[in-house]
């Protein structure tokens, strides 16, 4: 395993292969440039676990380096280190109002430098994991919150919206349109709460368990992606979109969660309707057997992907033509669909062409070849 990124920063070459040498001799993944701009081009592709910069420099000193460091968020938190010549009282206050994690003064011996950005790393490391658990019990706290104080009052107002859409008085349209429109907000609620509740169960280790308790070995893989193949074709007519059902009969058995992995399906192929946009497209849905899996396909004629957003896909609150797509949503549809396969020991990739259209792939292993 590599160690920890240290970055070294001064225009003094021989001091800088020196700290260099001695970080990559303890461990340390060592990278050494000779001012502040140029350490912040190099840390515009990548970021340090800790820094230890000189502070007298051409171009940038350390003290404006420091200031450039923590004014972006992603590199806040990163351990700072001064080192410089200068022993001066004024100058260990200045850094210390600056925030600096350490201040050493050259020379220095291997040890005092080590000790220094072991502690600190260790500490930033404590903040982290203290953070994270933090993070857990907010997570489980949002879950309760979600299922209690949130998908409650959106159940009875899904109830009464129904009842006053029965009531309206056939003559007046408008007020059915009314009772309609809070019908469809709350369903739309509703869904978004129940996403955010996967989101999170599947974030944890003990909500994961809790959803895998539903896998079993499922003989029906045919009937149950023909149910699912039939009931997206019927609202891709609404449309007047083609959906193409193409499932190979006698399908091996697989261990599956019915409901999760009709849920994975579900949020492809809604994708697939709502991003073909035209009349007349064809969307093909299609199974079978290879190569130690059963593969689903879901493939469409719409906008496609464009290749900047394909390394983000599947990341989560990440929304594919956020700006142009109406009612988009939280962008954990993908995020979740993967999940949900992942959890079946499966995979799920993605081939597309901007203007042409996308292909969906889910392999799930037959029992017998799943890690």
Not at 127 to 152: N, P, S, W, Y
Not at 186 to 194: G, I, P, V
Not at 258 to 274: E, G, M, T, W
Request: charged share 30%.
């Amino acid at each position: 395993m590599e160690g920890p990124s240290i970055l070294v920063v001064d225009d003094h070459e021989p001091l800088r292969e020196a700290l260099r040498s001695i970080l990559e001799a303890e461990g340390y993944q060592a990278s050494a440039v000779s001012n502040g701009k140029e350490a912040l081009r190099w840390m515009e592709d990548r970021r340090p676990d800790a820094i230890i910069s000189d502070i007298l420099m051409p171009e940038m000193d350390g003290y404006a380096f420091y200031r450039a460091v923590r004014e972006r968020k992603a590199w806040a938190a990163i351990p700072f280190v001064f080192l410089t010549v200068k022993a001066g009282r004024e100058e260990a206050v200045k850094a210390r109002t600056l925030g600096a994690d350490a201040y050493l003064t050259k020379p220095l011996e291997p040890a005092e430098l080590l000790g220094t950005v072991g502690g600190l790393l260790k500490r930033a490391e404590a903040i982290q994991a203290a953070a994270a658990a933090e993070f857990e019990e907010l997570k489980d706290e949002l879950v309760t919150v979600l299922g209690h104080e949130l998908r409650t009052p959106l159940t009875y107002i899904r109830c009464y919206a129904d009842m006053a859409l029965q009531d309206a008085p056939a003559e007046d349209e408008q007020v059915g349109t009314y009772w309609a429109g809070v019908r469809q907000g709350a369903d739309r609620l509703t869904r978004l709460a129940e996403d955010i509740e996967m989101l999170v169960q599947l974030g944890t280790d003990q909500g994961r368990a809790s959803l895998q308790d539903g896998i079993t070995l499922r003989p029906d893989v045919t009937d149950i992606l023909t149910v699912v193949g039939g009931q997206y074709e019927a609202l891709a007519a609404q449309r007047e979109i083609r959906l193409e059902t193409k499932v190979e009969p006698n399908l091996p058995p697989l261990r599956l969660n019915v409901p999760f992995l009709v849920d994975a399906l579900s949020r492809l192929l809604d994708n697939a309707i709502k991003f073909s946009r035209d009349q007349g497209k064809h969307i093909a849905f299609g199974a079978r057997c290879c190569d130690g899996c059963v593969e689903v396909s879901i493939a469409d004629e719409g906008v496609g992907i464009a290749s900047d957003e394909m390394d983000r896909l599947f990341d989560r609150l990440h929304q594919i033509e956020r700006d142009e797509m109406e009612q988009a949503g939280l962008g954990l549809g993908l995020f979740i669909a993967r999940r949900l396969i992942e959890l079946h020991d499966g995979s799920i990739s993605v081939e597309s062409t901007p203007g042409k259209g996308s292909t969906f792939v889910i392999r799930l292993p037959l029992p017998d070849h799943a890690p």
